[in-house]
């Protein structure tokens, strides 16, 4: 429907083996997570989150991480991720060869003693130290600050744009390659997210990333669009959703990816993914997570007939 | 969180009664729609579609329509909407005391002969014909022109904006009161929404009254979003999201009143409408529907803590 000639592509990276996964308590085998990872690949996702560096016995879904790098890297054009909570994670993702470590930090700072047990002043200097080592290992490691809580928290309440912009200016001033934004509770909503990523885009230019959203109050989309229209071309999502919160029961959790593919193709936007691959992967999570609850809205009544045959490539 | 001093507020129309209650085959009792009306219009709605003049045979859910506009009329600062589809349901409409009548028209070809059996240019015809009547019966009943499919259509396909355009300068060349635009399948794309919206604002100016979207495929909130974004103030929403197309199964209907009310409150901007009392209506209405599937997101996660408590007002 998008009359621009050739509009630009947006990159939609998948996180649901770990953002999607870490919220949910069983263990999926090593091999199931392959053929996820094949799933993805094969669906024309290009960046991946495929775990996190975090100590195995707070996350033992996640300890097979440096396996699933060393499987990811295999995957042609395929941009590897992890999250890494310390320098301890951060020197794990460099041994493991993974191409992009994402290390979140808490606008909130109730949030931050909370899930990092650091105030943010603490964990950016943790982000210098990882920078050092990064630089040190000489090791092209792409190293990106996931502010997390931008949009509100539920611990602290309200976030001020200041407390974003100062933390995002302290760790432009590290050097760190690129800065994301993330409405880790799902309390952002579009006019918010317009006005922040434009903030943070005057000083981070280019340096600005992605976005991460949760569709935890059904704005996933909203939000995504409202990002988009102020120029953000990178998204998180999770394919079927998963990721709610395990204190917050019904509340769906990450945007799903195949949503997100649906919003941008319905724009005439590339993102290079293929719309019924992500369906039909969708089908087998649901196996392979039996009894979870899957999320996400354009499954249910799938593409419009107007966006037949081309999918959403 | 949103920082404008006075946003400029935003009328939803709750057409829940008409919309909602045509797809559903069951039919409800007047006794229990004059109890969702006394919700509604508890909850703050101020404008409310209560039915339709359609005829009887066709649509028996709705045959109580003059009894529930009487009773609407003793509401307080409520405007009572009705959807008429042609001159006899206008005549209709005019007796009942409506203060305001909806007349969809097609702008694609293939669904307006489906739909209402004529060409558009006949129901533009028919239009001149219900102004001349409301105006020789000295009424100061609204007319309203619904152009439905305007971001698409499930027969024709692509509806061009030239389509629309024509639609509404005709429309606009008979005196016609208002124009709304309706996505009437869920073809919409929030990109297309504020092409189109600006494009008939142009044409339209003051007259350009409303959005009524559906959620079929999760982009009811983006769709608003980006429709506000350029300047929309009304817009229509069913409480718990009823209105599924019968012929599209797990297909969610229109977008939901409460999760409309949530967006607009969400970035500050006033609906009168109390949150809480909307969600105990969903309730009550899942009772009355019981086995029908009810739709929405917020209902699900609730308002965020920082919302609290000033509810959606």
Same mark, same amino acid.
């Given at each position: 429907?998008?009359?621009?000639?050739?509009?630009?592509?947006?990159?939609?990276?998948?996180?649901?083996?770990?953002?999607?996964?870490?919220?949910?308590?069983?263990?999926?085998?090593?091999?199931?997570?392959?053929?996820?990872?094949?799933?993805?690949?094969?669906?024309?996702?290009?960046?991946?989150?495929?775990?996190s !560096?975090?100590p195995?016995?707070?996350l033992p879904?996640?300890?097979?991480?440096?396996?699933?790098?060393? !499987?990811?890297?295999?995957?042609?054009?395929?941009?590897v991720?992890?999250?890494?909570?310390?320098?301890?994670?951060a020197?794990?993702?460099?041994?493991?060869?993974? $191409?992009?470590?994402v290390?979140?930090?808490?606008?909130?700072?109730?949030?931050?003693?909370?899930?990092?047990?650091?105030?943010?002043?603490?964990?950016?200097r943790?982000?210098?130290?990882?920078?050092a080592?990064?630089d040190?290992?000489?090791?092209?490691?792409?190293?990106?600050?996931?502010?997390?809580t931008?949009?509100?928290?539920?611990l602290?309440?309200?976030?001020?744009?200041?407390?974003?912009?100062?933390?995002?200016?302290?760790?432009?001033?590290?050097?760190?390659?690129?800065?994301?934004?993330?409405?880790?509770?799902?309390?952002?909503?579009?006019?918010?997210?317009?006005?922040?990523?434009?903030?943070?885009?005057?000083? @981070?230019?280019?340096?600005?990333?992605?976005?991460? !959203? $949760?569709?935890?109050?059904?704005?996933? @989309?909203?939000?995504?669009?409202?990002?988009?229209?102020?120029?953000?071309? @990178?998204?998180d999502?999770?394919?079927?959703?998963?990721?709610?919160?395990p204190?917050?029961?019904? =509340?769906?959790?990450n945007?799903?990816?195949?949503?997100? =593919?649906?919003?941008?193709?319905?724009?005439?936007?590339?993102?290079?993914?293929?719309?019924?691959?992500?369906?039909?992967?969708?089908?087998?999570?649901?196996?392979?997570?039996e009894?979870?609850p899957?999320?996400?809205?354009?499954?249910? =009544?799938g593409?419009?007939?107007?966006?037949?045959?081309? @999918?959403?490539?």
């Amino acid at each position: 429907m998008h009359t621009d000639p050739q509009p630009q592509p947006v990159l939609i990276r998948d996180t649901s083996l770990r953002d999607g996964l870490q919220s949910i308590a069983r263990t999926v085998p090593t091999e199931v997570k392959r053929a996820w990872l094949r799933g993805l690949h094969g669906a024309g996702l290009r960046a991946v989150e495929v775990g996190s !560096f975090v100590p195995p016995r707070l996350l033992p879904q996640l300890a097979d991480t440096a396996e699933l790098v060393a !499987f990811a890297r295999t995957l042609p054009g395929l941009d590897v991720t992890v999250l890494v909570p310390n320098l301890k994670g951060a020197e794990r993702a460099l041994e493991s060869g993974a $191409h992009t470590m994402v290390l979140p930090l808490s606008a909130s700072r109730a949030h931050s003693l909370a899930n990092l047990r650091k105030p943010p002043e603490e964990v950016v200097r943790e982000l210098g130290a990882i920078r050092a080592a990064r630089d040190s290992a000489g090791s092209p490691c792409v190293i990106e600050a996931g502010i997390s809580t931008a949009f509100g928290c539920t611990l602290q309440g309200p976030v001020p744009i200041e407390a974003v912009l100062a933390l995002v200016q302290a760790v432009l001033d590290l050097g760190i390659d690129r800065v994301a934004l993330a409405d880790t509770v799902g309390y952002a909503d579009p006019a918010a997210v317009a006005r922040v990523f434009e903030a943070v885009r005057r000083v @981070a230019g280019d340096r600005l990333a992605g976005a991460h !959203f $949760h569709d935890t109050r059904g704005l996933g @989309a909203a939000n995504a669009y409202a990002a988009w229209s102020v120029g953000v071309r @990178a998204f998180d999502g999770c394919v079927g959703g998963i990721g709610g919160c395990p204190h917050a029961p019904g =509340a769906s959790g990450n945007v799903a990816t195949e949503d997100l =593919a649906y919003l941008f193709a319905s724009m005439g936007v590339p993102t290079g993914l293929d719309f019924d691959a992500l369906i039909a992967l969708r089908a087998e999570i649901a196996g392979w997570l039996e009894g979870e609850p899957l999320h996400g809205a354009i499954w249910r =009544a799938g593409l419009p007939k107007t966006m037949r045959p081309h @999918a959403a490539a």
